[in-house]
Nanobody, 121 residues
Framework: QVQLVESGGGLVQAGGSLRLSCVASARTFSSIPMGWFRQAPGKEREFVAAILRGTTFYTDSVKGRFTISRDNAKNTVYLQMNSLKPEDTALYYC????????????????WGQGTQVTVSS
């Protein structure tokens, strides 16, 4: 398993921005698919974005607002979140896996502890 530590969450007004970071302890970080998921209270964990080498994937509700990227030299994956909405409020998790079904959280093996994002209206 890969050890993951997220940071960057917080409280922001609607329309604002946040950047989440996730540092991974992996010797072969550059080849590992990385993802972001979120979970709101009482709801199932849902896919947000993933990056597999240079290819990115997003759930429809964040397309055009969120950007996932990675810095392999720093073993870090980012989630830049712009034009935030109250419905984006959730605990955001970073995930890693060798060969995930990217939109299914149950197929990702390694998880961070989560970072809270709260968007006020």
């Amino acid at each position: 398993q890969v050890q993951l530590v997220e940071s960057g969450g917080g409280l922001v007004q609607a329309g604002g921005s946040l950047r989440l970071s996730c540092v991974a302890s992996a010797r072969t970080f550059s080849s590992i698919p990385m993802g972001w998921f979120r979970q709101a209270p009482g709801k199932e964990r849902e896919f947000v974005a993933a990056i597999l080498r240079g290819t990115t994937f997003y759930t429809d509700s964040v397309k055009g607002r969120f950007t996932i990227s990675r810095d392999n030299a720093k073993n870090t994956v980012y989630l830049q979140m712009n034009s935030l909405k109250p419905e984006d409020t959730a605990l955001y998790y970073c995930a890693a896996d060798i060969a995930p079904n990217i939109r299914d959280y149950r197929t990702w093996d390694s998880w961070g502890q989560g970072t809270q994002v709260t968007v006020s209206s």
